[in-house]
C-alpha cells in the first residue's frame, strides 16, 4: 500500500456498479476513507462486505437517490459524522436514457436530466462548504459521448448530459480555485461493466465499436478508478478544470 489516499475521506457514489465498485476498492486500499451510496441496496452492501474484507475503511448510505437534495444531505451528514470531513468527491452514479428525438417525451427528457445532471449538482452544492474546508477535490464522471456521437447510439440526451457536466466541471473549477478547491472530470469510452456487457457482446454494436478503439479492446473498470485515483490525489495537485479522455484511443481518429 502506497497510501496516495492516506486518510483522506473520500465520497464516491454508485458504488454497487462496476465502477463504482472498483474505484471503493481501490481507494481504500490507497488508505482512503470510503463513503459510499447508492440505489440498488444489495450490491452496494456488497460492495461495503468487499471493502472491510480486503482491510480497508467504508460506511454507506443506501439506498440513497441523490436525485432528491435530502438524500445528499443525509451522505454529507454521514461522511461528516463519520470521518469529520469530506477531502474528495466522486460523483460517479448517473443512469443514462437512449432515445432519439423523435422518441422522448417530455417526463423522459426531464428523467434524463435529473438522473445525470441534477443528482452531481444537488451533492456537489451540499458537500460544497466541507470541501472548501479541507481544499478538497471534486470528480466528475462524464462520457467521451459527451464531445462524440455514434451513429448506433441513440444518445440524445446522453450526450446533451455529459456535455453538461464538462461544462459544469470547468466552472467549478473556477468557482472552487478562491478555495483551493480542484475540480476535474473522466470521460470514459466504452466500458465493459454489469450495465454494459450485453450490449458489447453484440455481434454488430461491439465489433464496430471495438474496431474503433486504438488498443483493440473495451476498458474495465478499473482503468476508470486508475484515473479517479491519479485526480483524487496530491499526484494531480497543479491539474484542474480538465476533462480526462479514457477511451482506449477512440476519440483519436
Known amino acids: ?33 470510503v463513503v459510499g451510496c447508492d440505489v440498488a441496496t444489495e450490491s452496494a452492501e456488497e460492495t461495503l462486505e468487499m471493502v472491510r474484507a480486503a482491510g480497508g475503511e467504508m ?31 466522486f460523483n460517479l452514479a448517473a443512469r ?9 417525451t417530455d417526463e423522459e427528457w426531464e428523467a434524463a436530466q435529473k438522473d445525470e445532471v441534477d443528482l452531481v449538482f ?59 478547491i480542484r475540480v476535474n472530470s473522466i470521460s470514459p469510452g466504452f466500458i ?8 458489447l457482446e453484440d455481434e454488430g454494436f461491439g465489433h464496430e465499436m471495438r474496431e474503433r478503439t486504438l488498443l483493440g479492446r473495451f476498458g474495465q473498470p478499473e482503468d476508470v478508478a486508475n484515473v479517479a485515483l491519479f485526480l483524487a490525489c496530491d499526484e494531480s495537485a497543479y491539474v484542474t478544470g480538465i476533462d480526462l479522455i479514457v477511451d482506449g484511443g477512440m476519440k483519436v481518429w
Not at 460506511?59 to 440513497?64: A, N, T
Not at 443514462?96 to 422522448?104: I, P, Y
Not at 452544492?125 to 467521451?144: F, I
Not at 465493459?192 to 450490449?199: G, I, L, P, V, Y
Open 1 to 33: 500500500m502506497s497510501g496516495r489516499l492516506a486518510d483522506k475521506v473520500c465520497i464516491i457514489t454508485g458504488t454497487g456498479g462496476s465502477m463504482g465498485r472498483a474505484t471503493a476498492l481501490l481507494f481504500a486500499r490507497e488508505g482512503g476513507l
Open 59 to 89: 460506511v454507506s448510505l443506501q439506498p440513497c437517490r441523490l436525485s432528491d437534495p435530502a438524500d445528499c444531505a443525509k451522505l454529507v451528514e454521514l461522511a461528516v459524522n463519520e470521518f469529520g470531513r469530506i477531502d474528495v468527491l
Open 96 to 104: 443514462s436514457h437512449f432515445s432519439r428525438l423523435d422518441d422522448f
Open 122 to 180: 444537488y451533492l456537489t452544492r451540499a458537500a460544497w462548504p466541507r470541501l472548501k474546508a479541507s481544499h478538497g477535490v471534486v470528480v466528475n464522471m462524464a462520457s467521451l459521448n459527451g464531445s462524440l456521437s455514434f451513429k448506433l447510439l441513440p444518445s440524445l440526451a446522453h450526450t446533451t448530459n455529459k456535455a453538461a457536466i464538462i461544462g459544469m466541471t470547468r466552472q467549478l473549477a473556477m468557482e472552487g480555485s478562491e478555495h483551493g
Open 192 to 199: 465493459e461493466s454489469n450495465a454494459t456487457r450485453a450490449e
